[in-house]
């Protein structure tokens, strides 16, 4: 009997035993704040914690030496009868807001204590979690994941700033992860648990397995990695676990290094077979603490950092783009000297420019003889006349000390009209450059309708033709000598500077120009500029260019025009000699050009190889005027017997002088100058 009776109350004890521990912690623990507004009851808070108007439990501000708690009101059971650490799994939400970049601290714990009371904790290093004293102390019976911002609070530990560690009953962790998530790649992510943004934690303990897992990354990514940070097999949380636990959070802040610790939501579920705390929804979150720190901190740095170098940038950039504007405009707009401005005859370069489409390679359409000639679109520019094209001549001067003489000259140039020259409309000094312009004669040089191979026509130059351009080039020079109010010497008169316009009239132009090439970078010296071949014999001597030295030339033209042949060929030949040697063995229509066949007027043949004879005489005082010429050619006046001479001293003087060899130097031509003291051209007649 009295066996029954301790039976029945044995059992009667189990009853009550099961109960009571019913009463203090219920089997499983489930809940979740969506923020902590209306929640104050259900949350035990101490220290320096509180829950703001707006629902964020927050731990700290970014006051110093701070230490603030906050734990389920309710215990946790967390140990089971068979003695084994009871599933469990939480989920939340942290912002930490650095007072500044580098004086961001101390940080926070989630803690599993068995009281809610941490009266003794202290600030700084110890996290609102143990003191100087307990810290280690196996009695203290707290698990706590604590998120670390500071670097090497103790000195003998490894301890880096910005991680994450498990501690037992210790700050000293355990374990120790600096902060990062696996992306998708399955690549570690580092990033700052200190960034005023929302960082989301997943923490699941596995009873069966004794496995903590600990996912932490920014709420933005929106999607929980799969794997988690730390993995770890905890058998030691047993020793540490009571049965009944309070889970909640500490936090702290130092003397020097303080941030605001916030948790905007929580969620915990524990027992059962596989708990999962319930997922936070980031819509219904209270709205997360503004992040003063950007302003103060290191965003704010950066800031003014972007600020000023975009500032600099763009002063650069407007300063190149001045530049190049300005650039563009030192290129079109000539810098006048006193003596260049009051020109009637003077152009701007900036319409030059534009005429030709910047001095642009399609347009050249000639080069050699002083300089590059470019065809100009006349349309563009105001002041010049007549046709609607333009021919650009670009020189580059061995010197700019003549040109201002050259220009002074221009300006009477310019007025000569006369309809055998080609019309000087002006000209225009750019730099190291000298521009003149012309009036665009289409068809070429009377050079290339003489010989270039496949004419145009596919005719050779008919004799009429021929005819008519020697005759317009006697007008040319005659008016050149003659007409206008001061003798001009051309000074360069080969066929190379005949043009040949529409109505296959000749023009002469380049008169003068030699002119500007005379004057050498010796003092007192003067460089004669001709063409070998076209070179009156006293030239080389004195290098006084006369108008007889041009009828010397035109001589040499003419012959050229009548037989189709260069002046010089090869060493020993002179086609002035030539031609005389005809005339003296009486068979002068055999310098006829042979391509003519018999298609030529035997008369005017005859005339004009007289007079081409008449001109090319060595002595200059045998040579007639551009007056008479022109009467000769036009049958005003009867040419006079031509007395037989030989200018052979002038050939071997040729090729002494330059080996012998003077074709090569045709080649070269005008640009072959010959340095000989000399001085004076143009003359008031
Ligand atoms: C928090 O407070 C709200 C509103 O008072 C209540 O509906 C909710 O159940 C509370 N949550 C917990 C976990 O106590
Ligand atoms: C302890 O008991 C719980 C149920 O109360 C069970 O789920 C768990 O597997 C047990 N653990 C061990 C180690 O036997
Ligand atoms: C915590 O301490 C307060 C007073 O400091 C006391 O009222 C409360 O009962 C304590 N709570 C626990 C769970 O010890
Ligand atoms: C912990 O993580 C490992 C590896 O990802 C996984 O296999 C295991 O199921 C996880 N355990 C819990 C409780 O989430």
Redesign the pocket.
């Known amino acids: 009997m009295g066996k029954a009776r301790s039976m029945v109350s044995l059992f009667f004890l189990v009853i009550f035993l099961v109960r009571a521990q019913r009463s203090t912690a219920e089997s499983t623990t489930e809940f979740i704040f969506q923020g902590f507004k209306g929640n104050q009851s259900d949350i035990q808070l101490q220290g320096d914690s509180t829950i703001t108007p707006n629902g964020l439990l927050r731990l700290t501000d970014r006051n110093s030496n701070l230490a603030g708690t906050a734990f389920y009101h309710k215990p946790v059971r967390l140990v089971d009868s068979n003695s084994s650490v009871r599933?469990f799994s939480t989920s939340f939400v942290f912002v930490i807001i650095p007072s500044s970049s580098v004086n961001g601290g101390f940080g926070f714990t989630f803690t599993l204590s068995p009281t809610p009371n941490r009266t003794d904790a202290e600030s700084a290093q110890y996290l609102g979690l143990l003191n100087e004293r307990n810290d280690g102390d196996p009695s203290n019976h707290v698990f706590a994941v604590e998120f670390d911002t500071v670097q090497g609070f103790k000195d003998d530990t490894n301890r880096i700033g910005n991680h994450i560690g498990l501690n037992f009953n210790s700050l000293s962790s355990e374990v120790q992860e600096p902060v990062a998530y696996f992306n998708k790649d399955g690549k570690k992510e580092d990033f700052q648990l200190a960034s005023g943004e929302p960082i989301q934690v997943f923490l699941?303990?596995?009873g069966p397995?004794k496995?903590l897992?600990l996912t932490v990354y920014p709420t933005r990514l929106g999607a929980k990695p799969?794997?988690?940070m730390i993995?770890q097999h905890v058998p030691k949380l047993l020793q540490v676990v009571q049965e009944e636990m309070f889970v909640g959070f500490t936090a702290a802040t130092g003397r020097d290094q303080s941030s605001a610790h916030y948790v905007m939501g929580w969620s915990f579920s524990s027992g059962g077979d596989?708990p999962v705390a319930a997922t936070l929804n980031p819509s219904e979150l209270p709205p997360s603490p503004p992040n003063r720190a950007k302003k103060r901190g290191y965003s704010g740095k950066v800031i003014a950092l972007i600020v000023a170098l975009t500032t600099v940038i763009l002063i650069m950039f407007l300063l190149s783009v001045i530049f190049m504007l300005y650039k563009r405009r030192l290129q079109q707009e000539e810098i006048l000297e006193d003596w260049e401005v009051d020109h009637p005859h003077r152009f701007r370069y900036k319409d030059l420019y534009a005429a030709t489409d910047g001095f642009k390679e399609n347009r050249i359409v000639g080069s050699g003889g002083f300089g590059t000639v470019y065809r100009g679109s006349s349309i563009k520019i105001k002041s010049s006349s007549s046709s609607d094209q333009i021919a650009v001549k670009k020189i580059t001067p061995n010197s700019m000390q003549g040109v201002r003489e050259f220009v002074a000259e221009i300006e009477s140039l310019g007025r000569l009209r006369h309809k055998n020259l080609v019309n000087l409309q002006g000209w225009c000094k750019h730099g190291n450059d000298l521009l003149l312009v012309y009036d665009y004669i289409p068809n070429g040089c009377l050079d290339s309708l003489l010989y270039s191979k496949p004419r145009r026509s596919g005719a050779v130059l008919s004799w009429n033709a021929r005819f008519q351009i020697a005759k317009g080039v006697a007008a040319g020079l005659l008016y050149l000598h003659e007409e206008w109010e001061k003798i001009v010497i051309h000074r360069d008169v080969k066929p190379s500077n005949v043009l040949i316009d529409e109505d296959m009239n000749p023009r002469l132009g380049d008169f003068g120009l030699a002119r500007l090439h005379e004057r050498g970078s010796l003092q007192h010296t003067t460089v004669v500029v001709g063409t070998i071949g076209y070179m009156a014999p006293e030239l080389t001597r004195n290098g006084n260019s006369s108008s007889a030295s041009d009828v010397f030339a035109f001589g040499v033209l003419l012959l050229e025009i009548v037989s189709g042949r260069k002046p010089t060929d090869s060493g020993s030949f002179f086609l002035g000699d030539w031609v005389m040697e005809l005339q003296v063995s009486g068979e002068i229509l055999g310098a006829v050009d042979p391509r003519l066949g018999s298609g030529f007027d035997e008369e005017e043949a005859r005339l004009a190889l007289a007079v081409g004879l008449l001109c090319c005489h060595p002595k200059m005082g045998y040579r007639p005027t551009m007056g008479m010429v022109h009467k000769y050619l036009n049958r005003d006046e009867d040419v006079p017997e031509v007395e037989e001479y030989s200018d052979s001293s002038r050939r071997s003087r040729l090729r002494s002088k330059y080996g012998g060899d003077v074709s090569s130097f045709d080649r070269v031509s005008s640009s072959s100058l010959t340095r000989i003291s000399s001085t004076s051209f143009i003359s008031a007649r």
């Open positions: 599933s699941d303990y596995d397995t496995t897992n799969r794997t988690p993995s596989r």
